[in-house]
């Protein structure tokens, strides 16, 4: 629960918003490509958001996998909507690549999480088989948060490559 909740702030975060600027075709390119993905990751990280708050509530582990259970799929269409672009420019083209790694090894993190709470819910696995399985979701998150730091260090490559002013949005 806490590297799902965790891997939504930092989404959240890096969820920017691009000021309006003119310029070159490539700058052109990264402004579209980016404020369509946060556009679309708005409304995916939304619905994600109400679930984890919802579950925090719950009171059993079956409860709180029967309410997480869909999280997976939230992610795998943020990592499909990323797989149904196509980007033009060098520049967006690794852009491109790198945020599909990061929300991907995010996407695979929640599969595991929620499949390890599903299998304790079910009584398929103990506590301390869910503690040794949940170093593999630690991995991931520690891939993702690498991957997030990449993120960053590119929105500031282009921030002053390209002149394009990013602000914090609340996605």
Known sequence: MKNLMKGLVVVLLLSLVLAACSGSEEQEEIISYHNDLIEYNDEVLGEI???IQQAATATTIEENYEMQKDLPDLVGK???NLE???PESEAVKDYHDLRKKQITAW??????EVDILGQLANGEMTE???AEASTEVDELMVEFDELTQEVENKIIEFEEEYDIEFEEGDV
């Open 107 to 112: 996407h695979e993190a929640m599969k595991l």
């Open 84 to 86: 149904s672009k196509d």
């Open 49 to 51: 958001e109400g679930i």
């Open 128 to 130: 301390e088989e869910a």
């Open 78 to 80: 943020m990592v499909t």
